[in-house]
């Protein structure tokens, strides 16, 4: 059974650029949510969408937004990159995205801003 | 602030040794915990979770004790394996209508053969 995939795997930009990642569920899994993941922390949350609709949103910038299509993969999208948004950025899917369940995290987008 | 943290920032034991991973967590309405591994290079990978209505629950070599009077996570490693070796994350899921994690900065465990 495929996991939760994530595209690219890594990415390089430039200081004001914009990027898009993408990522795509677990079948049958209708919430996608994301974090950020400095290099030697935690996992911080970004975002959680389920059926489309924003369900949650972390400390984050307005340069940060996302969205969540009808087959349920979600694109982040960051714009005005900064040298600090150099992370791995996750991509976890739940069923129903509710308090108490399983969250499986995909592989990650390692993002380089030079 | 929303913060978990974890006593030891690096475990060093031997294989076949038993190992214990702990971690603090600050918020006393937090009713959901989840330990996650990470290994270099990968995504977290679920290990086992925890419901504040339980103190204690088993997996396949895995233990998680709860101790909701001094907010106290931990995580029982039976029979450590090398493959074992990864950064270990405690998360907790505050009461909410969200999924919403808060993450601990993390444990090394570095197993020695």
């Known amino acids: 059974d495929a996991g939760v995939t994530q595209s690219p795997t890594h990415l390089i930009k430039t200081r004001g650029q914009h990027v898009t990642l993408r990522c795509s569920p677990i079948?049958?899994?209708?919430?996608v949510s994301w974090y950020q993941q400095v290099l030697g922390q935690g996992p911080q949350f970004i975002f959680q969408?389920?059926?489309?609709?924003?369900?949650g949103r972390g400390n984050f910038p307005d340069r940060f937004s996302a969205r969540q299509f009808p087959n349920y993969s979600s694109e982040l999208n960051v714009n005005a990159l900064l040298l600090g948004d150099s992370a791995l950025y996750l991509c976890?899917?739940?069923?129903?995205?509710?308090?108490?369940?399983?969250?499986?995290f995909g592989p990650g987008t390692r993002l380089l801003v030079l | 602030g929303e913060s978990v943290g974890l006593h030891l920032p690096t475990l060093s034991v031997q294989e076949g040794d038993n190992s214990i991973i702990n971690c603090a967590y600050s918020?006393?309405?937090?009713?959901?915990f989840i330990w996650y591994k990470q290994e270099s290079g990968k995504g977290p990978q679920f290990i086992i979770d925890?419901?504040?209505?339980?103190d204690k629950r088993q997996g396949q070599r895995v233990t998680v004790l709860l101790n909701k009077t001094v907010k106290h996570l931990s995580l029982q490693i039976a029979a450590t394996q090398p493959g074992d070796s990864a950064v270990y994350f405690c998360?907790?899921?505050?009461?909410?209508?969200?999924?919403?994690?808060?993450f601990g900065q993390g444990t090394t465990l570095q197993v020695k053969p």
């Open positions: 969408y389920y059926e489309k609709e924003e369900r």
């Open positions: 998360a907790e899921n505050i009461s909410s209508n969200t999924g919403k994690l808060i």
């Open positions: 976890a899917s739940s069923a129903a995205g509710t308090r108490e369940e399983t969250q499986y």
């Open positions: 925890i419901r504040s209505n339980m």
């Open positions: 079948s049958g899994h209708k919430s």
């Open positions: 918020n006393s309405a937090s009713d959901y």
